[in-house]
């Protein structure tokens, strides 16, 4: 039974990040529709579209400590439950205000799943796998987005942004129930010295680490939160057409995540695949700058690969992360590193807005490509989770039963 569980511990712990996903990432795909229905400016749809980071940053650290302290499945179910009802109340509002900040209430509680189900793959997987497994969690990201961008347009046609909220409580219902009925706790190990005196919070590797990831996530953010407003209004595609390319997207980067998670395992290494992948991000983003008036034949591969490569790097980071804090602190480290991310999250969407309605689209594509390359010169610093880090991330089952 042991061999196998870990595997169901993944698919719970994908699942029910997925279903939280569709509202963190996929909400984007109903920035038209928001803007039509609440009759929002660019710049409050900005706003909107990082509500839900502001009110994860605000949780992300004590939802984490909490996971540490009391599991990983009560943490999930709590958070997600309410997350939902935060979600079926944004159905009900009618102002940019009422909208803002119940979808940041909805964010702050719909957080708890990030540490917590990324704790519980973490547990259950050995060293040599972990990346893969991390990686395949991690899909659960561009798995929540696509499902989002592929549907929510469609609802929001058929019964406006009212029934998509109710769409979005109701995946968070699923997720929480598979959550709770897929996931236990590994098999406890006992601390080491290190994890018991200096834990994530006090370890400089750890800020280096959240802080270079952050760096890149303000390119990823710019594609992921504003292809398809840009799409859709600068380069006149439908909302279905423009949506349709961020669910390409999403669906790649399920791919680029596993694929780069097995590479890592293989390399015995996160932090050097980050900034290979870092600079081709960079570079990525920079060329969307330059064809954001191109044909569209030129600019649509350039976007989705742009895209792609923002998605791909997210598993290393964590999986880096949990290594370095070891499972005993996992939901902690884990915590801090979201809140890092949060920061970035939270303060794009309004800043690259900001950015394209005081200068152009190309100006603030062209800012956020600086994000990654400080990004590379920043994980430069960070070294890579000793053999013995890797290791004591297992909870103490034995290697016959992974």
Do not use: K
């Not at 799943?113 to 969690?137: K, T, Y």
């Not at 801090?336 to 939270?346: D, E, R, S």
């Amino acid at each position: 039974m042991a061999d196998g569980y870990r595997w169901i511990v993944l698919a719970g712990g994908t699942l029910a990040q997925a279903s939280f996903a569709a509202v963190s990432v996929g909400l984007p795909a109903l920035a038209p529709a928001l803007r039509s229905d609440y009759g929002l400016s660019l710049g409050e749809t900005g706003v909107v579209l990082g509500a839900v980071g502001v009110g994860m940053l605000l949780t992300l650290l004590p939802w984490g400590l909490l996971a540490d302290r009391v599991g990983e499945r009560a943490v999930i179910a709590i958070g997600l439950i309410g997350a939902a009802a935060a979600l079926a109340a944004a159905a009900e509002t009618s102002t940019f205000a009422a909208l803002t900040c119940v979808l940041a209430l909805a964010g702050a509680l719909g957080a708890s799943v990030n540490g917590a189900s990324g704790r519980a793959v973490m547990g259950w997987f050995g060293e040599e796998e972990r990346g893969l497994a991390l990686g395949i969690r991690q899909t659960s990201i561009p798995i929540g987005g696509a499902v989002a961008a592929a549907s929510l347009p469609w609802l929001a046609s058929a019964g406006g942004t009212r029934l998509a909220f109710f769409a979005l409580a109701g995946a968070c219902v699923a997720g929480a129930a598979v959550g709770a009925g897929l996931i236990r706790d590994a098999p406890p190990r006992p601390a080491v010295l290190d994890e018991l005196t200096r834990g994530p919070l006090l370890d400089v590797r750890m800020w280096l680490l959240g802080t270079g990831s952050g760096l890149y996530l303000i390119a990823q953010t710019a594609i992921t939160s504003f292809v398809v407003l840009f799409l859709h209004q600068h380069r006149g595609l439908s909302a279905h057409a423009a949506a349709a390319v961020l669910a390409a997207i999403n669906l790649l980067g399920i791919g680029a995540r596993i694929g780069v998670g097995r590479w890592s395992d293989r390399l015995h290494a996160r932090i050097g695949p980050m900034r290979e992948i870092g600079i081709a991000l960079a570079a990525a983003t920079a060329l969307v700058a330059v064809l954001v008036d191109a044909p569209l034949a030129v600019l649509l591969p350039a976007v989705v690969a742009c895209g792609v490569l923002g998605l791909a790097w997210n598993g290393l980071s964590f999986t880096a992360a949990a290594e370095t804090a070891g499972a005993a602190r996992s939901g902690e480290a884990l915590g801090l590193q979201q809140t890092l991310l949060g920061i970035v999250v939270a303060g794009v969407p309004p800043a690259f807005a900001a950015i394209v309605e005081m200068s152009s689209w190309r100006a603030a594509f062209a800012a956020a490509a600086a994000g990654p390359v400080l990004g590379v010169i920043t994980l430069r610093r960070v070294p890579e989770p000793t053999r013995g880090e890797r290791i004591r991330g297992t909870s103490a089952i034995p290697p016959a039963a992974r």
